[in-house]
């Protein structure tokens, strides 16, 4: 029988455990009663929270996106030459994927059917489309490469970084070298979020390759 | 209650249809009786092919292992600068995931505890690890950049390449322009196995931007 602990929660505290639960056992997976023992709080405590369980994928859904279209507005990424913006967008997009690591997994993860599922589906592509025209604006201005399609680079940029989320453990660049844990596995350990930012701008942009 | 046809299924046949089931609702959400309803033939006479649905899994993540694996062999891959060698790598991994892309994306989407998911995370770990050296060699020769770490460079690559299963059509590919389907999302519609490849070389290792 699980410790039933004194209700303690802010909203934004409830959000996190919701959020870690639904990344390890998939939304679908997540019933109330699995949010409720890893809360250590009794359902109708959590329904003093929240309306259910797709409240809390909304709101942990709208803490990605709302990070994510911030950068949009960013000066740097409205002001001057689309590549700049672009290269803007990108290592903010990483540093933000980083910050807020569970939330975008979230995000990424999305594949459902419920009515909060096909909108962060709806606004995921439209940040997608936001990139894809600077993107195209940059090819435009001839500061991108025109032997690769400006949808497909947008793709290519995208699964690059999307996929930082397997891999990249916070904990690990928090202590760098330090003792336990499993073996470190490439490119995670020990790597700072704007490392791995600035890896992507230049692997992406300027190319693995020397000369 | 589903028709059941006669079987009339081969050892590759069979495994098509489960891959395509497993993609589909997740392994470990797979039964023996939604085997048995996509095939339209009864359990026993799946039984009369295979052990059971892990035979499947192994059979069917083999499949992408021994073509990938088989990348390595090749001439271009094991003669050259270890930089022309890990082009041809990627190239042709880009090609193989396109190629066998129901078999890549089973073994890229494998999580799990059985002992045959175990087996093939490390078999995949095995191949990255090929690709890292690769990697290494090249950076040691200087045909890659210092300031991208190594490791983090194999993993934004694989990111890169493995990405690509996430969105891919390869309906698209075969019927540009064609009529019908949803409007085509980006860098999906009328993309070939060869330019997605060339596109991922040109981009991971020359970068996107000009001059």
């Known amino acids: 029988m699980p410790t039933v602990k004194r209700d303690t929660y802010t909203p934004d505290s409830l959000l996190s455990v919701a959020v870690r639960v639904f990344n390890e056992r998939g939304y679908d997976g997540t019933?109330?009663?699995?949010?409720?023992?890893?809360?250590?709080?009794?359902?109708?405590?959590?329904?003093?929270h929240v309306r259910?369980?797709?409240?809390?994928?909304?709101?942990?859904?709208?803490?990605?996106?709302?990070?994510?279209?911030?950068?949009?507005?960013?000066?740097?990424?409205?002001?001057?030459?689309?590549?700049?913006?672009?290269?803007?967008?990108?290592r903010r997009t990483v540093e933000?994927?980083?910050?807020?690591?569970?939330?975008?997994?979230?995000?990424?993860?999305?594949?459902?059917?419920?009515?909060?599922?096909v909108w962060a589906m709806s606004r995921r592509r439209e940040f997608d489309q936001r990139v894809a025209e600077l993107v195209k604006q940059a090819a435009a201005d001839g500061d991108l490469r025109s032997d690769v399609d400006a949808r497909l680079a947008t793709r290519l940029l995208f699964g690059m970084i999307n996929s930082i989320a397997e891999w990249y453990r916070p904990?690990?660049?928090?202590?760098?070298?330090?003792?336990?844990?499993?073996?470190?596995?490439?490119?995670?350990?020990?790597?700072?979020?704007?490392?791995?930012?600035?890896?992507?701008?230049?692997?992406?942009?300027a190319g693995l390759r020397t000369g």
């Open 171 to 205: 904990e690990r660049a928090a202590h760098p070298g330090g003792p336990g844990g499993p073996a470190p596995e490439a490119g995670g350990a020990g790597t700072s979020s704007a490392e791995v930012a600035e890896a992507v701008v230049r692997t992406a942009f």
């Open 96 to 117: 933000v994927l980083l910050a807020e690591l569970p939330y975008v997994t979230l995000l990424l993860r999305v594949r459902g059917n419920t009515e909060t599922e």
């Open 52 to 90: 259910g369980k797709e409240e809390l994928l909304r709101r942990g859904i709208s803490r990605a996106l709302d990070e994510l279209f911030a950068v949009l507005e960013e000066p740097r990424a409205r002001e001057g030459r689309a590549v700049e913006r672009l290269e803007h967008v990108t």
């Open 31 to 48: 019933s109330m009663e699995h949010l409720s023992q890893a809360a250590g709080i009794s359902k109708s405590s959590i329904y003093h």
